[in-house]
């Protein structure tokens, strides 16, 4: 009992020595309390906030700078994200030895007056304002390191030089400005960057017009067979290519010649300077197959050294040179022919012609002669162009209706396109890869039927060619020999081509889809034509719809499906087009107006001896065609007979 009548006095002591010490600093942090060194003890809240706003003034007031190079930035506090917490810290000051319970705030008390506080001053740092900040700041200084460019406009080269970029460096730049700030004290920082250097330097651009520049000096004289050709500087230029390399050590600029070009002239002088025929046309036979046309020995260019030659020619700036020739056999005669290994059918490609007219069919029926018998070795890539030659009166070719530059026009093979789209399917149902295929600007109808093979008819398998500027092509990827033969059925308007061989283990099929339908342009087009008659037109083309058709090729061989294969066609919308003599054609490109004839009386006198006047035109032929009437204002016009539909 005494024990604890002593407690009870020592903790009423203790009470009463609290309550003195709370009402002597009624209102004030007590002593012997500080703030981060600076004492702050038995002042108000007040005064002790503003004595360390005074104290901190120069970090508040300017916290950082932030160099780069000669320019300084001197963001504030808020700006960077930052608050220093000065009312915090005087809070828990003021607090100390007050708000716990008695017991708790006895032993605060009896330690700040022994021993006394410190207290910390807290720094509070929002990382996401700060890197807005600097990205900021970052925007105004960095730049992209930038490459090198060579611009190759097919005429000349020219360099645009490398420029080196800066990049800031965010997490660098973040650690100093973080350490910085928690000095409290005003600190200056360096915005830490790096160099970025490009990619694509400036000696490998130049390097490439250099060399580029040499090619283009002059024309290349081609002597073959005491022949002369050019490949002029426009030849040169379109068989250059600049291909990037990457590389660690800094990306390259190779400066090489497209080879298939080169091969595509080499063939052209090659047909040219032939002498003797070669390899041997051959028929099925039904399957006894037979020499039709006799392979003998001849004289070829020599194709790959010719290909180095002309290669090297280019590249160093040689102003001539003279292809090498070299006799070359037939790959086979009679009795060597079943070692080529064409025991069967490959593939099929079938086409209509119903209703053609008669110079088309000439022209179908000369291009599939061209064609029939033809061999194609293992790896070979078949160029239609060069198995057909020129299309010209020489190979039984005659004028007729073609579409050349966007509209009907009389040219020598129209209808040639029939062949060539015939053999497209062939090529297509054989799964042979298609190297070099066009398909027809505007839609034609009658290409829709076998269109779509075994699975019916439908427009997105044709191939338009034309002599000097499109062909269709395909490589013989089978592993053995092909023979082409081609049968034109008139009774039927049926063209077929079918390729005979080794068939691989290899199935095709396809699915087609229609969309993008757009309708014929409602506005015709008139174009000037000198030879129709004035007063006359001549509709060349019919109008008609565009639309896209996609078909995809999915080839299975040795059961393994492969990825479709895409050929897609867009067929656009084709406007009627009627063709005027330039005169009757006004500066905005319609017929010129003018007055209406004055009405005719429906029942003139009949004189039974009319004057014969020299000035007036000859009497009508009912078997001429009719005048056609037109809208009010425009004269009317002689309607010339429309041709048939264009290849």
Known sequence: LALLALVVLALAGASGGLYYLDRSFDGKIYPNVSVRGLVIGEMTPEQALGVLNQRYAPFLQQPVGIAFGDQVWRP??????????LNEAVHTAFASGRHADTATNLWQVAAIWQRGIELPLHLTLDQAAMQRYLAARAAEIDQPARDAQ???DG???SAIPSRDGRQTLFDETMQELTAALQTLEPQQVA????????????????????????????????????????????????????????????????????HTLIKRRIWTIAEETGIGSVNPRVDWNGGDIKIIRPGKPGMRIDAAAAETMIA???????????????????????????????????????????????????????????????LIAPGEEFSFNDTVGNIDA???????????????????????????????????????????RKEHSFYISWYDKYGLGEQGDGPGLDATIFTGAQDFQFLNDTGNWLLMQTVVDEKRALAEVRLYGTKPDRTVSLTARKYDLKPKPPQARYLPDSSIPRGSRKQSDTGRGGFTVDVYRTITENGVKRTPELFRTRFQPWPDIYLYNPADLGSNGRPLPRPEPP?????????????????????????????????????????????????
């Open 599 to 647: 009405p005719v009386d429906p029942n003139p006198p009949v004189d039974p001896n009319p004057p014969v006047d020299p000035n007036q035109p000859a009497p009508v032929d009912p078997n001429q065609p009719p005048v056609v009437p037109v809208e009010p204002g425009v004269p009317p016009l002689v309607e010339q007979p429309q041709p048939a539909p264009p290849a």
């Open 155 to 157: 005429l000349s080269a």
């Open 312 to 374: 090297n020619a280019i590249m160093v700036g040689q102003p001539a040179v003279t292809l090498p020739f070299k006799q070359v056999e037939p790959i086979a005669d009679q009795s060597s022919l079943q070692a080529l290994g064409i025991n069967e059918l490959v593939s099929v490609g079938r086409s209509d012609f119903t209703g053609s007219a008669a110079y088309r069919i000439t022209n179908i029926k000369a291009g599939m002669r061209l064609l029939h018998g033809v």
């Open 150 to 152: 060579l611009v190759f």
């Open 394 to 436: 020489s190979n039984g070719f005659v004028e007729g209706h073609a579409i050349i530059q966007n509209r009907t026009q009389i040219e020598f093979g129209g209808g040639i396109c029939q062949d060539s789209t015939t053999v497209f399917r062939a090529a297509f149902w054989a799964g042979l890869p298609i190297t070099d």
């Open 76 to 85: 504030t506090l808020a700006e960077l994200g930052a608050r220093l917490e």
């Open 191 to 258: 915005l830490r960057t790096r160099e970025q250097r490009p990619l694509l330097r400036n000696e490998e651009v130049l390097t490439a017009q250099q060399t580029i520049e040499s090619m283009l000096r002059s024309p290349i004289a081609i002597t073959a067979e005491q022949k002369q050709y050019e490949l002029t500087v426009d030849d040169v230029s379109r068989m250059i290519r600049t291909t990037r390399v990457p590389d660690p050590a800094g990306d390259r600029l190779v400066v090489a010649i497209d």
